[in-house]
Every structure is written in structure tokens, then in C-alpha cells.
């Protein structure tokens, strides 16, 4: 069997943790040294992980590790998705890029602009709505300030329609197909933008993890 806890990028190894022949016994430090050596293969060298945003990264580890002791103890539950908020330039999409490589057993969610779904369907219709209900994963970025949808003249809140999708889809399969976001917006400007029965559903599809309110705009 392969070690899983081994990652090899640019001919460098990298180890994760410990592999006892059954499970990887995870090291956060060891992870935080692959993630800043990925994040510089991806976004360039002047990459870095930031102090501020360990928390942060350490919750979306125990999600994608599975670690259930450090799940349960902040209220993440691995049956559903990650919705990860914060302001604007935080790194959401940077983050939720560079987590999908740490477990490379798993099949990696597929990161889109909200606004490019909708883009889709002004041009295609409600195929765009059923090619998104797939099952496939997904992560939608930038969720809620994307446009409304518009085709032959009927206008859509597109992303609304993907998520209760994609709701249906989560519960059909027993909660094995997982639908991650990232958002600038809280709670209770989602609802507005989405409505109640949309936003009921998210809740059941996400867990909420939040930078605060004061993180800097890292493209700056």
C-alpha cells in the first residue's frame, strides 16, 4: 500500500504526519509546511500562510482529514459541506483551493465562480440549473453577489435554484455528495438575497466556518 501521508511536488516529499499501515496520524505542522510550499507552486512565491488565518485552516484540516474528536469539539459535522465567509481578499478561495490537495485519495471538488453559472445561463437556460444538480463536487465561489440570471426574457435567481439542487442531490445520496461556497455575505444577508427556503436548505448543507469580521484584504 501506498503512504498516503507522503506528497511528492516539484520531486520535493513532503510528509503530512505518520502512516501506521491503516491511517495517517496527521501533523498540523507538517501540513502547514506542504500548504505554504503548494500555495507557492500555485499563487506564486510571494505565497505565504498568515498567522491570523491558522484557526481558520486548522478547522478546514480536521473537516477534510476527518478528524471526528476535533470535528464534534467545533461543531463541524463531515456529513456536509463547508461554507467558508469572511470580508473581502481574506484568502476563502485561495484556502478552499489549497485543502483539496492534502487528502490526494479524494476526488477534488471542482472550484467556480458563481457569476460564471449564471453567465452559463443566460446563454443555455435551465440546463446550466441541471448540469450543476450533478454529482459531481463543487465548490461555489463568491457566493451571493452574483447577478441574477436572465433567459428569453424570464429573470432567475440561478444560484438559488443550483443550491436547492444540489440539496436535493445531498439528501438522494445519503449525504455523500457534499457541495462547498465561499461568501463576502452573513447569514442574514444570504436569506435575503436567496430567501427563507433557500437558506433553510443551507443549513443543512453547510457547515459555517467564518474569518473575522476584521481580516485584512490580503490582495492589497
Request: with cysteine.
Amino acid at each position: 500500500m501506498e503512504n498516503p501521508s507522503k506528497i511528492i511536488e516539484d520531486d520535493i516529499e513532503y510528509s503530512l504526519g505518520d502512516f501506521d499501515g491503516n491511517r495517517v496520524l496527521y501533523d498540523f505542522d507538517k501540513i502547514l509546511i506542504y500548504l505554504n510550499a503548494k500555495g507557492k507552486l500555485l499563487f506564486g512565491d510571494q505565497f505565504r500562510i498568515y498567522d491570523e488565518d491558522k484557526d481558520i485552516i486548522h478547522k478546514l484540516c480536521y473537516y477534510f482529514i476527518k478528524d471526528q474528536k476535533n470535528c464534534q469539539k467545533h461543531d463541524i459535522d463531515p456529513r456536509k459541506g463547508i461554507l467558508l465567509s469572511g470580508p473581502v481578499g481574506c484568502g476563502k478561495t485561495t484556502l478552499m483551493t489549497l485543502v483539496r490537495y492534502i487528502i490526494p485519495t479524494q476526488r477534488p471538488y471542482e472550484i467556480i465562480p458563481c457569476r460564471n453559472i449564471v453567465f452559463s445561463f443566460n446563454h443555455l437556460g435551465f440546463k446550466t440549473v441541471e448540469d450543476y444538480g450533478n454529482t459531481k463536487s463543487f465548490c461555489f465561489d463568491d457566493l451571493g453577489i452574483e447577478p441574477m440570471g436572465r433567459f428569453y426574457g424570464k429573470d432567475l435567481n440561478v444560484m438559488g435554484e443550483v443550491l436547492l439542487s444540489r440539496y436535493e442531490l445531498f439528501i438522494q445520496s445519503k449525504q455523500r455528495i457534499k457541495t462547498h461556497a465561499t461568501t463576502n455575505l452573513d447569514a442574514d444577508e444570504l436569506e435575503q438575497y436567496y430567501g427563507h427556503r433557500v437558506r433553510s436548505r443551507m443549513r443543512k448543507l453547510f457547515n459555517i466556518i467564518d474569518f473575522d469580521e476584521s481580516a485584512g484584504d490580503k490582495r492589497k
